[in-house]
């Protein structure tokens, strides 16, 4: 039975969040440090020549920068999630936009690749890691129907950035060198600190009070406490499993073209600002196409994940014809592939985060991000190492690029293996569990898969006890 609650508090912790008022300030916040984190981390490749051309190093070697800084990024969510869980959100996100800073402005006086994959690798990844999964997880909790287009429209800035970024790095390199661009890009990632500043205090009735141990300080109190601020036990949930393999797979092949496309419009015989326009022009689609999904999606005619399956198809097809359609030397061909990858990548990226809370349920929303950033990272890892590897190889980028898409491509197949897929209707998140009797949520979600359709109906109006406010997609 339900226990009446006063209309309030049940706003603040049921089925929807408020869609708008002050969530629209955090989604500008979100917009700024997202423009920062991964517009900033996409542009990098206008460094991977001068790298090259300065360390006389391989392709591969000069590849791990970027490829260190990405995996470090994906690594540390779940540590920024914890914090998050256990802390105040907003100094979380404030830390991390300093130590991105940092970790630039260290680079800047590098002398070998060891420095800048210490620096722009694991310093600046792990304040990336500390600003993204929080200020997403905050934003998605403040939106219930507007969900997908508030992702939309604060990951627009990834495209905005990439558009801007490429020409003005090139700019800020050919007047200062590398290094007074780096050191420009490091005062430039402090804008991130007031992001975080304005995001407000959280509660947290996911507290330490959801541990009880009466010998406070134990080992294994430690442990079980760990545990739930990182959300572990959806390591043991099979939908949950399976859409983090998918995504896995598709961040092999996801960031390759932003790594390398600059370097492959060079090798084939354009100029500098050729290439450089080349990656702005997929960037300005991008943005189309992150507004253009948000909006479509919320319209509520088609289910997430078949929607999410469509577009990481088209971006697997293009990113394999990103060189074949280079090899006649048509500047026209490859800019018109180039939008339309841009475009199905932007499209992808806000439902990726969208079909989150609808499989594991709001309430672990802010772990289950964090644990999907951890277990992609080695993904992002292995993406554009490999293909520098490919291109030492071969002695051009056209393998990198079809290898990059066939893992896109792959991780859509995994996706149609979840529970559920083929139905008309998203099934409700998973059932809560209460905090006192945490040993029941490890088979949660294998019930749910099991039960008819009317006990599944039941789960939609039980009452929960939430981390952040509980939603469900209308």
């Known amino acids: 039975m339900t226990k009446l609650r006063p209309k309030a508090e049940s706003q603040g912790d049921g089925g929807e969040g408020p869609d708008g008022g002050y969530g629209w300030v955090l989604v500008g916040a979100l917009f700024v440090s997202t423009s920062l984190v991964f517009g900033l981390m996409r542009s990098l490749g206008i460094f991977f020549v001068e790298f090259v051309q300065y360390f006389d190093e391989s392709a591969q070697a000069i590849s791990w920068i970027s490829s260190t800084g990405l995996a470090a990024q994906q690594f540390f ?62 934003v998605m909790a403040n939106f219930t129907r507007r969900r997908t287009l508030a992702l939309g429209l604060a990951f ?28 420009i890009l490091g005062g430039l990632s402090l804008n991130i600190v007031p992001c975080g500043a304005l995001i407000g205090p ?15 300080v134990s080992c294994a109190s430690f442990l079980q406490r760990a545990s739930s601020y990182l959300e572990l036990p959806l390591l043991f949930e099979r939908p949950y499993i399976t859409y ?61 994940i078949h929607l999410l399956s469509v577009w990481t ?32 990548s932007g499209a992808l990226t806000s439902l990726v985060f969208a079909v989150v809370p609808m499989i594991v349920g709001v309430e672990r929303m802010m772990g289950a991000l964090g644990l999907l950033q951890l277990i992609e990272s080695g993904a992002g890892l292995l993406g554009a190492p490999l293909s520098g590897l490919l291109k030492d190889i071969t002695g051009d980028y056209t393998a990198s690029f079809m290898v990059a898409g066939g893992f896109v491509v792959l991780g859509t197949l995994t996706m149609v293996t979840l529970p559920h ?38 789960l939609t109006g039980e009452v929960t006890n939430n981390r952040l406010p509980e939603d469900t997609y209308s």
């Not at 959280?202 to 009880?212: D, I, L, M, T, W």
């Not at 097809?317 to 180039?338: N, Q």
């Open 202 to 216: 959280q509660r947290r009735s996911k507290a330490p009070a959801k541990v009880v141990s009466e010998s406070g």
């Open 313 to 344: 198809t088209l971006a697997g097809v293009f990113i394999m014809l990103l060189p074949v359609s280079s090899l006649s030397g048509s500047y026209a061909a490859l800019m018109v592939i180039s939008l339309l990858y841009g475009f199905c």
């Open 244 to 304: 983090t393999l998918a995504i896995s797979l598709l961040n092999v092949g996801y960031f390759v073209p932003y790594f390398h496309l600059v370097a492959h419009s060079r090798q084939v015989g354009f100029s500098e600002y050729q290439a450089a326009f080349v990656m702005s022009a997929a960037g300005a689609t991008d943005i189309l196409g992150r507004i253009a999904s948000g909006w479509f999606s919320d319209l509520g005619h088609f289910r997430l």
């Open 421 to 458: 897929y083929f139905c008309g209707k998203d099934p409700p998140p998973p059932k809560s569990v209460s905090p006192d009797d945490p040993d029941k949520g490890l088979h949660a979600e294998l019930e749910q898969m099991h039960s008819s359709p009317s006990d599944m109906n039941d």
């Open 77 to 138: 969510s779940p540590l920024g999630a914890a914090l998050c869980n256990a802390y105040d959100t907003r100094w979380v996100v404030m830390t991390g936009g300093c130590l991105a800073a940092l970790g630039l402005i260290l680079a800047s006086q590098a002398t070998c690749l060891v420095h800048l994959y210490l620096t722009m690798g694991v310093i600046s990844g792990l304040g990336w890691g500390l600003v993204f999964t929080p200020m997403v997880a905050t």
């Open 156 to 183: 627009s800035s990834i495209g905005l950035s990439s558009f801007a970024f490429n020409p003005l790095f090139q700019l800020l390199v050919e007047l200062y060198t590398w290094r007074g661009a780096l050191l």
